[in-house]
């Protein structure tokens, strides 16, 4: 099984959304920034390296908010949903093609990666 880590971002009624680029795996898709956990690193340190590392944004991870079990043709994962503080830099897409800051309650209507539509819909719930 692997860990993967995502950044819920959630600023003004917004959530920050990322879609894959040509190329990518789930190319095209929505979803929320972050990547997998390498060995020796907590949930937490794991988002703020990716975002460091796929968007060169600062980033502060505050707590687990949500998980979600997805079984993808390659394998089972186990996403992790992190609310975190972003800071106020550009983004810097590496393996995205673009980066919204999405309203929440327009969040579904975006055509998410599998593995996300569970949390987006936790999120609307509690945020929404």
């Not at 060995?39 to 600062?58: M, N, V």
């Amino acid at each position: 099984m692997k860990y993967v880590a995502a950044a819920l971002a959630i600023k003004d009624e917004r959530i920050l959304l990322t879609r894959r680029a040509p190329g990518q795996q789930l190319e095209g898709l929505w979803e929320f920034p972050g990547g997998k956990k390498e060995p020796g690193e907590t949930i937490l340190q794991c988002i703020e390296r990716e975002i460091r590392e796929e968007l060169s944004l600062s980033c502060t991870a505050k707590q687990v908010f949500a998980e979600s079990i997805y079984h993808y043709e390659g394998g089972a994962i186990t996403l992790i949903g992190v609310l975190v503080d972003l800071g106020n830099e550009t983004p810097e897409l590496t393996v995205h093609d673009r980066a919204e800051w999405v309203p929440l309650t327009e969040m579904l209507g975006y055509k998410l990666a599998p593995a996300d539509i569970s949390i987006a819909k936790e999120v609307i719930n509690a945020y929404g």
